[in-house]
């Protein structure tokens, strides 16, 4: 299985909810990682997940709240979002000696 | 993290081989050179890596100098699945566990028939 899930693959949301997008890989590797794409732009990298811990958070705005529940599992919970934020979220994993990274699909967001 | 330059379009016909070149002129002695795929509302996929000389998978090849200020990445017979965005990114390798991949601006590719 070389997959990597995200959930859900469309969400709209106002500016005052919370809403968590969820990525899935049953590859065993031990490194995760957040991206958000502007249209037309390449991925920007938000976040990376080292064994569970986050080890890079490249100076994102606290209204996004990375979670690793487990090895498996990456969780991006959302708060009072911008119409700014709407872009496409990519999670990705890779493992320390695995030779590439996979991406999941993609949450397209929408923030009204 | 190095830097890298690529041309913003490239235009081509179906059954042409397409080469794209990647300038990193200040790679560091450990990074690799990855390339991936991305078409569009996907994420991106992974295509070919490199550390010097020549890299060949099933989809292209990757050519690198020996300064390794530049790689070339080579896909032959293109189609018109083809049609996507190709991303050069330069780094420690991929998918480690400190490794930032950081994507540069990419190259959108056209193929007509």
């Not at chain 1, 065993?28 to 064994?51: N, T």
């Not at chain 1, 490249?58 to 708060?79: A, D, K, Q, T």
């Not at chain 1, 934020?85 to 000696?97: E, Q, T, W």
Request: charged share 15%.
């Amino acid at each position: 299985d070389t997959e990597v899930t995200q959930t859900p693959k469309h969400l709209v949301m106002g500016m005052t909810n919370k809403k968590s997008l969820k990525c899935e890989q049953h590859m065993g590797h031990r490194a995760m990682y957040w991206y958000k794409q502007k249209a037309k732009k390449p991925p920007e990298l938000m976040f990376v997940y080292s064994y569970e811990k986050l080890s890079i958070n490249e100076s994102v705005p606290s209204r996004f709240s990375p979670e690793c529940p487990n090895s498996s599992l990456l969780n991006l919970h959302l708060h009072a979002l911008q119409p700014e934020d709407s872009a496409l979220y990519l999670c990705a994993s890779g493992g320390a000696k695995n030779t590439e990274a996979f991406f999941g699909q993609g949450t397209r967001l929408t923030v009204v | 993290l190095a830097k890298t330059t690529q041309p913003i379009s490239m235009d081509s016909y179906e059954g042409q081989e397409v080469n794209i070149t990647c300038s990193h002129n200040n790679i560091a002695t450990n990074d690799y050179i990855t390339w991936y795929q991305q078409f569009p509302s996907q994420g991106p996929r992974f295509i070919i890596q490199g550390y010097k000389t020549k890299v060949t998978n099933e989809v292209a090849s990757l050519f690198i100098p020996a300064d390794r200020k530049s790689s070339t990445l080579s896909l032959p017979r293109v189609s018109l699945s083809d049609t996507a965005v190709y991303y050069c990114l330069v780094g420690l390798g991929y998918g480690g566990a400190t490794n930032k991949l950081i994507f540069g601006t990419g190259t959108l590719l056209a193929v007509q028939p």
